[in-house]
């Protein structure tokens, strides 16, 4: 009866792990909302190819990790390399995580310092620069180090309103790309770092492109699956990406004139933010748009501070290009970890007003301590401006799911009543 | 001859083991625990000692265990599931090694349980939230993908896709997961290895608890299932032994006990 079976490698076992969890969230956006959309079918494949089946897409290129939305992208295209963003989402990779860092850490850099951990990539990444923005990412690095891989710190700032700040960081930029330099064996030059700055400002105009729509009263794509396609340029190849946005825009404005709506006619409109959302740990999100809300705008490192503000060159020398893509990763960042930080409160009320929110959802990884100690002062000033918001914790876990669907349920409904109230 | 019986009052299902003086098994009846189980389970040893031709007099030490243990009043002593589980485990599986480490899930729990070299129980660990992972949740599944229980292991090994997971904790929880996923056309075999591969990841978290030591033991009547153990296998990342009667490891240890019980006793 009991039948001789081969047994999976470790390496199979958690591939079959990240397979399944992947896998559920795919299948949820391909499946579980009306009016899908046909061009998302590219999206849903990569991540399937990516993380179900583990194909590397990038063979034979220079694979430059970078820790944190601030290593610029820029700068890796103009030297040849492709960046891979490591921000991690799976809960496999949190569990192994689990075993080298704190309990008490933040779930994101615990998936990541596991997959380093378990060193299975479809793409390893082959050099990785670490910006010191949080206190467990930047002793991330010194622990994913351990386990003989190169991790390069980048210093960054803490505030970012002074000169001294300003300065500090221009000159880590310089720093980073004379190294990343010396690795490709390549020279920063003004025209590489000139269309490389034009390549990535054409793809963040697409993003831009996109979110007009969500505008609309009737809003003809997700936020999740806008989720996906910001977290898709984490490690797709950009010309893919670029031209696979670009399907989806004339999608996108044909279903605009049509005026077709992934939510109901009453469906709340939520401002996201807060920790990001990295696929596949779509927990929120998907509980949010499955409760018949929508996500029409966020503020956070995977999606709208990633691509909202673009370099802009006075100069098109290449110090002063160096200079501009600094100023970029520095300046119009919302980043909790600065001090003073009115920035990231006014971008989400300024986002609650452009997109027409109802409400607002502030998500906090449980460890994520820069999200968990600023939510009192975001809450307090979305009660000021009127404007009804929710503060959630979670992490990568499934289990609390039940839990978090009944809370976020009754905000919605709350939600919708006070916008049958007004009218 | 003398005869030691054990037996085994679960939620699910009655098990009676009769073992001879050498402690060798000479026969064993599952029946139903039904709503009766009192009298199904006295029912039920008259059946099956009249089986074997043993006469109930031969029968000169019975040990109760299970959760109904305590109902059942003929027996000259009762015992913990874990304290039987252990000792019956050992004893079945003498012809294939020292066991170090025994999981068992049955109809409405699951156990992992760590042993010494000596085969005493040193530390065990339950499943601390109701029927998921269990026996009954498997009956839930089955029932709701319209098959059998018995067939879910064919389904698991035709399975082409990437299993699909199931994340609730709670088998009602769980029942409108896997009714969505049915609604949206998933295939019956990817929901069968995923249904398998969410109970041994949880199953193999309970092990880990105890500390896993080969080798590992798994019995309990979702053992009968090979599909889920190979996907506990592969959870554990080693081989698993599964005796012939999974089920009935309980109630044989608890007629190894009566035995030792009684030897014991006229010797002194």
């Known amino acids: 009866m009991h039948t001789e079976h081969t047994i999976e490698t470790s390496a199979e076992r958690q591939n079959r792990h990240k397979a ?185 105009s697409l993003y831009h492109k996109l979110t007009e729509f969500r505008k609309n009263k009737a809003v003809p794509i997700l936020g999740v699956d806008m989720f996906l396609v910001t977290n898709a340029f984490f490690f797709d190849k950009i010309d893919e990406w670029i031209s696979a946005v670009e399907k989806l825009v004339v999608e996108l404005e044909q279903r605009a004139s049509e005026g077709v709506n992934v939510a ?17 740990n779509y927990k929120i999100p998907l509980i949010i748009e499955q409760s018949d809300a929508i996500i029409v705008a966020d503020e956070t490192c995977s999606s709208n501070r990633m691509f909202n503000d673009m370099v802009a060159v006075d100069e098109w020398n290449l110090y002063d290009m160096i200079d501009s893509v600094s100023d970029k990763y520095l300046k119009a960042c919302t980043c909790p970890i600065f001090t003073q930080n009115d920035d990231r409160i006014r971008r989400i009320i300024q986002l609650v007003r452009s997109y027409n929110g109802d409400g607002v959802i502030y998500q906090a990884f449980a460890g994520c301590q820069v999200y968990e100690m600023e939510q009192r002062s975001v809450l307090a000033a979305m009660e000021k401006e009127g404007i009804p918001i929710l503060y959630i914790e979670s992490d990568y876990s499934p289990s609390q799911h039940g839990q978090l669907t009944t809370r976020v349920e009754a905000f919605i409904e709350s939600l919708k009543n006070r916008k049958r109230m007004k009218k | 001859m003398r005869y030691f019986v054990g037996i085994d009052i679960g939620s699910t299902a009655i098990k009676i083991s009769v073992a ?38 031969e029968v000169v030490y019975t040990v109760a265990t299970g959760y109904g ?34 999981i068992n899930i049955g109809g409405q729990d699951s156990k992992a349980i760590s042993l010494d070299a000596e085969g005493n129980v040193v530390n065990f660990a339950m499943n601390d939230r109701c029927a998921a992972g269990t026996g009954k949740f498997l009956d839930v599944v089955a029932m709701n993908l319209e098959i059998g229980v018995d067939e879910l292991s064919d389904y698991h090994f035709k399975s082409k896709g990437t299993p699909l997971s199931i994340s609730s904790t709670c088998a009602v929880f ?49 053992a009968l299932n090979d599909g889920l153990v190979s996907a506990i296998e592969n959870e554990l990342g080693h081989k698993i032994f599964v005796p012939e009667y999974p089920q009935i490891t309980t109630s044989y240890g608890a007629a190894v006990l009566a035995c030792d019980a009684f030897l014991s006793e006229s010797a002194s």
């Not at chain 1, 179900?52 to 390399?81: F, N, R, V």
């Not at chain 1, 006619?265 to 990001?276: D, E, F, H, L, N």
């Not at chain 2, 000259?76 to 020292?98: C, L, M």
């Open chain 1, 20 to 204: 399944m969890e992947a896998i559920s969230v795919i299948n949820a956006l391909r499946e579980d909302f009306k009016s899908p959309i046909h061009s998302m079918g590219y999206f849903y494949d990569l991540f399937e190819k990516v993380y179900c089946h583990h194909q590397p897409l990038h063979e034979g290129k220079a694979k430059i990790g970078t820790m944190c939305i601030q290593i610029p992208s820029e700068i890796i295209y103009a030297l040849d390399g492709v960046p891979i963003r490591l921000c991690n989402g799976f809960y496999t990779d949190d569990e192994i995580g689990g075993d080298l860092l704190p309990q008490k850490s933040c779930p994101l850099v615990k998936a990541t310092v596991g997959w380093f951990a378990s060193d299975n990539f479809s793409d390893k990444p082959d050099i990785t620069f670490s910006p010191t923005t949080c206190d467990q990412k930047t002793k991330a690095g010194a622990i994913i180090e351990s386990f003989g891989h190169t991790v390069i710190d980048v210093g960054f700032p803490r505030t970012k309103e002074s000169e001294e700040s300003r300065h500090y960081w221009r000159e880590s930029v310089k720093s980073f790309a004379v190294k990343l330099s010396k690795f490709q064996g390549k020279k920063l030059t003004r025209s590489n770092l000139e269309s490389a700055i034009k390549k990535v400002g054409y793809a963040q």
């Open chain 1, 264 to 280: 109901g006619k009453a469906s709340p409109r939520i401002v996201y933010t807060g920790s990001p959302p990295i696929f596949p």
């Open chain 2, 20 to 57: 001879d003086e050498n402690k060798n098994l000479v026969g064993h009846k599952i029946s139903a625990s039904g709503s009766m189980f009192y009298k199904y389970a006295q029912e039920a040893l008259a059946e099956l000692l009249k089986e074997l031709g043993i006469d109930e007099s």
């Open chain 2, 69 to 102: 243990r305590k109902l059942f009043k003929e027996a000259d002593e009762n015992i913990s599931e874990i304290t039987a589980n252990a000792i019956g485990a050992q004893q079945a599986a003498k012809s294939y090694g020292n066991i170090k480490t025994i």
């Open chain 2, 174 to 222: 769980a029942e409108s997961e896997i009714i969505g996923l049915l609604g949206n056309n998933h295939s019956v075999e990817d929901i069968v290895s995923g249904v398998h591969y969410s109970i041994a990841k949880r199953i193999v978290k309970l092990v880990k608890r105890v500390g896993v030591k080969e080798n590992v033991y798994f019995d309990g009547g979702p």
